[in-house]
């Protein structure tokens, strides 16, 4: 009986799956679009190509989270579905690539959107700026605790570390300081689709949202009551190959989640 319970405690464990958050930090992530330039320019190209300009063998769990991480600093797009699925460098990743100068505005600006790209990214910006001097405890526990107090899914302790070492070397590869204040004013062209995302997503572009997948122990509990000062306008489960969604929101609002599901599609379809 108790080695059942044991394992059914195993099985419970290797469900846990923390929030999406990119693989690698941004300096490797521009080195995997200068190798896929060098193979695509600025071509639509399948994944046997990205394979190829990234020296992998298969089309594996490893090459999607490459592909995935990319996708989240905004430095590549898909377009279709299953083999006929195919993939672009964009605009800001060009910029990267082609654009040495150190003193460019336009690369500082690439830079920026890139880094900040990433929702998690984002969102520990808006919370702690770059975090210099600031203990990794202090991320970490917001990560792991606070999210879950704030109606949020939280971050496994292993993910949390991973999460903060990310996030410190691509603000400090992006050349952010202190001082650094981003005009969200101010859209950078993304791809060839004609769509600007501002530099940093603040609450009045993007409401806050938790795209995950759902625990067992909780899918049965109503939805918290939204509105509160911790409590984002609305959440977003992922529940196998469903989203459950819990919203209250005006139009305005809607038109927001749309963008924000529309913007994360991608993502969750290369994490599957």
């Known amino acids: 009986m108790v080695d059942e319970e044991n394992k059914h405690e195993k099985t419970k464990a290797k469900r846990f799956r923390s929030p999406p958050y990119p693989a690698f930090d941004l300096e490797k992530a521009v080195e995997r679009c200068e190798l896929l330039f060098d193979k695509a320019h600025h071509h639509e190209v399948g994944v046997n190509v990205i394979m190829e300009a990234w020296d992998m063998e298969s089309s594996g769990g490893k090459v999607w989270r490459h592909a995935a ?20 460098l964009t605009d800001v990743a060009r910029r990267l690539i082609q654009d040495k100068d150190a003193t460019s505005e336009k690369r500082k600006k690439a830079l920026e959107v890139a880094a900040l790209h990433p929702m998690i990214h984002e969102e520990l910006f808006s919370h702690y700026g770059i975090a210099k001097g600031l203990s990794d405890s202090v991320l970490k526990t917001y990560l792991t605790i606070d999210r879950a107090e704030n109606g949020e899914y939280p971050y496994s302790p292993s993910a949390a570390d991973d999460v903060i070492n990310t996030y410190r070397a691509t603000l400090a590869y992006a050349g ?22 501002p530099p940093n997503p603040g609450e009045n572009e993007f409401p806050e949202a938790t795209v995950v997948e759902q625990p067992e122990s909780i899918r049965k509990e109503p939805p918290p009551k939204r509105g509160g000062d911790n409590i984002p306008p609305f959440t977003v489960y992922q529940v196998g190959n469903r989203l459950q969604i819990t919203a209250d929101v005006d139009a305005e609002g809607l038109k927001k989640l749309e963008i924000l599901l529309k913007k994360y599609q991608e993502i969750l379809e290369l994490l599957e």
């Open 69 to 88: 991480a990319l996708l989240q600093y905004c430095l590549l797009s898909d377009s279709g579905s299953g083999r006929t699925r195919k993939f672009k």
């Open 176 to 197: 952010f300081s202190n001082s650094d204040v981003i005009d969200d004013t101010e859209a950078y062209k993304v791809g060839d689709t004609g769509q600007s995302v």
